[in-house]
Structure formats: C-alpha cells, structure tokens
C-alpha cells in the first residue's frame, strides 16, 4: 500500500509541475524586472537537523553575519549557511504602460544576485498586466 500511495502522491505532483509549465507557456512571456528592495538573512541547516529559535520549534533565520557564529556554536560547517532573499522588484507592463510592483522570498542564492538595481528575469502574464511569475 505504502508503495501505491508513494506513487500516486508522485503522480499527482508531476500533473501540477506539467500544469504550472503549460500555464507559463501558454499565458506568460519573459520580460526583465528590477529589484527595488532587498533584505537578506541566513539560516543553518543540514538535512533535517537545523537551528530553531529558542521559544518554538520554527527554523531560526538570523543576520548572516551571525551566521557562521552560531553554526559553529551547534556543531554545524560553514556551508551548512544558507542565505534567504526577500525582495521586492517592479516591472512595465506592455499591456498598460504601469509600473507594478511584487515580491519574493527565495533560498540558496548570494545576496549579489538580487541587489538593489539588478535586473532580473520574470514572466509577465500576456492579458492581466498585474500577474507576474518569478
């Protein structure tokens, strides 16, 4: 049984990839954004073991240049830091010539990469000027 349920949940979650995939193709064109706000923090972690904050169980993100500080403290290596970005970016959009503005948060990538000013790639929805991908 275990083994059907595995497959089916693999199943299920490649029908959503295909779908979001189709959905960008179909309805989204790549255009360029600029990143407008940024703010960076780190997080350590290793498989499933990583540095929660003291009152709860919740992952525990701190200034990066803490970071090597407290990996070392919890027996944690220097590459087990990982730098999480929230940033906001603004785009044009060619449906209606407005400036739009969004936001993210991704893991894994160095704080060089989405500096105030970079520009960087997104999908802008063909019909709804408002929607964008990153």
């Not at 350590?44 to 990996?71: F, Q, W």
């Not at 220097?78 to 991704?106: C, H, L, M």
């Not at 989405?114 to 999908?123: D, N």
Request: charged share 25%; with cysteine; glycine share 6%.
């Amino acid at each position: 049984m275990g083994l059907k349920l595995n497959a089916a949940i693999l199943g299920s979650l490649a029908v959503g990839v295909a779908f979001s995939q189709a959905d960008k193709a179909a309805n989204y064109q790549k255009d360029e954004a600029e990143i407008i706000q940024a703010e960076f923090d780190c997080f350590v972690a290793k498989g499933n073991r990583h540095i929660v904050e003291r009152d709860s169980e919740t992952r525990a993100y701190m200034d990066c240049d803490l970071a090597p500080l407290a990996a070392m403290m919890h027996d944690f290596k220097p590459e087990d830091i990982t730098t999480r970005t929230k940033a906001i970016y603004q785009y044009v959009s060619a449906i209606d010539g407005q400036t739009y503005t969004k936001n993210f948060t991704k893991s894994g990538f160095q704080q060089a990469d989405y500096a105030v000013g970079s520009k960087i790639q997104v999908y802008l929805h063909k019909t709804k000027p408002e929607k964008s991908r990153f």
